[in-house]
C-alpha cells in the first residue's frame, strides 16, 4: 500500500493521488468533507453496534433531552428533509426507541418521545461519542482541540451566516440541527 501525500494521515487513493484538480482553490473545503466523510463512517461503526444508524442519535439525543416534541418541531430541531426524519422515526419505533401518538393539544399534530426501553442506549450512545471523540482527536494535545474547536466554530459561523442570507437558517442567523 502507498503511503498518503505528504502531510496527509492516510493512504493513498490510487486513482486520486492527491487532490481532484477541481478542489486545487479548495484544499480546506476539500480537507474537511474527506474528514466529515470519515467522521460519520466511524460514528456508523459504533453506531450499527447499538443498533442505530448514523443520524438517528442526534434525534434520540434531542428526544433525551426534550422530552415529548411535535414531530415538526424535531424535523427543525436536526434540520433533515421531513421524508429523512420520518423514515428515522418509523425505524425507531419498530425497534422500540421512540413512540409517537396524537398531540392532545392539537390532534394534527404528532407527538414523538423517547421510551423509557431507550433510557439504557442513552449511555450507550454517550461511551460511543466519547470513544468517538477519542478516535478522532488522538494525538492532538489539549490546546489543540481547544483549538479545533474554536476554529470549527468560526468556520460553521460562516456558513450559518451563508444559509442565514439563503433562508435556511433561523430568524438569528443561528443553524438549526444538534450541537
Not at 468556520?155 to 433562508?167: S, Y
Request: glycine fraction near 10%; proline fraction near 8%.
Amino acid at each position: 500500500m502507498k503511503a498518503g501525500p505528504a502531510g496527509s494521515a492516510g493512504p493513498a487513493d490510487p486513482v486520486c493521488p492527491g487532490p481532484p484538480s477541481a478542489a486545487l482553490g479548495g484544499p480546506v473545503s476539500h480537507a474537511l468533507s474527506r474528514v466529515a466523510r470519515l467522521h460519520r463512517t466511524a460514528a456508523g461503526r459504533l453506531l450499527k453496534g447499538l443498533g442505530l444508524y448514523p443520524g438517528q442519535e442526534f434525534l434520540m439525543m434531542c428526544l433525551w433531552d426534550a422530552g415529548a416534541v411535535r414531530q415538526a418541531e424535531l424535523i427543525k430541531a436536526v434540520d433533515l428533509d421531513p421524508s429523512t426524519v420520518t423514515k428515522m422515526l418509523q425505524r425507531l419505533e419498530q425497534s422500540g426507541h421512540v413512540c409517537r401518538r396524537p398531540d392532545p393539544d392539537d390532534r394534527r399534530a404528532v407527538l414523538v418521545e423517547a421510551t423509557d426501553e431507550s433510557c439504557a442506549l442513552h449511555s450507550d450512545v454517550q461511551r460511543a461519542w466519547v470513544e468517538l471523540e477519542d478516535h478522532t482527536l488522538a494525538g492532538l494535545e489539549p490546546a489543540e482541540r481547544e483549538e479545533l474547536i474554536r476554529l470549527l466554530a468560526k468556520v460553521e459561523a460562516n456558513l450559518c451566516r451563508e444559509a442565514g442570507e439563503a433562508g435556511e437558517c433561523g430568524e438569528a442567523g443561528e443553524c438549526p440541527g444538534p450541537r
